[in-house]
Nanobody, 120 residues
């Protein structure tokens, strides 16, 4: 069993900053990737940023230069620092881990989602 818990999020004015955190715990043998996705009302879930293999970072074009993803392998935790937030960043943000668990297969694990609202 693996549990994934997110924290952070909330209401912020345009131009402001927020930091999201997400921790995985339980039967974790290894982590292939960590990442963040978001889903705005009426839209499909989209990739925001990922870390693959602990070092390879990828960002959606819409957040490059404003968002930074980082990970703490010792704590099985991934962070998303969001700066210069815009109203179009408003969405529910989900963290994702690809984890080799006690089945010895790699599986997707998702956080519960946290609302980020950018509005004046």
């Amino acid at each position: 069993q693996v549990q994934v818990v997110e924290s952070g999020g909330g209401l912020v004015q345009p131009g402001g900053s927020l930091r999201l955190s997400c921790a995985a715990s339980g039967s974790i043998f290894s982590i292939r990737s960590m990442g963040w996705y978001r889903q705005a009302p009426g839209k499909q879930r989209e990739l925001v940023a990922t870390i693959v293999g602990g070092a390879d970072r990828n960002y959606a074009d819409s957040v490059k230069g404003r968002f930074t993803i980082s990970g703490d392998n010792a704590k099985n935790t991934v962070y998303l620092q969001m700066n210069t937030l815009k109203p179009e960043d408003t969405a529910v943000y989900y963290c994702n881990f690809v984890i080799r668990d006690d089945s010895l297969w790699f599986r997707d694990y998702w956080g519960q989602g946290t609302q980020v609202t950018v509005s004046s």
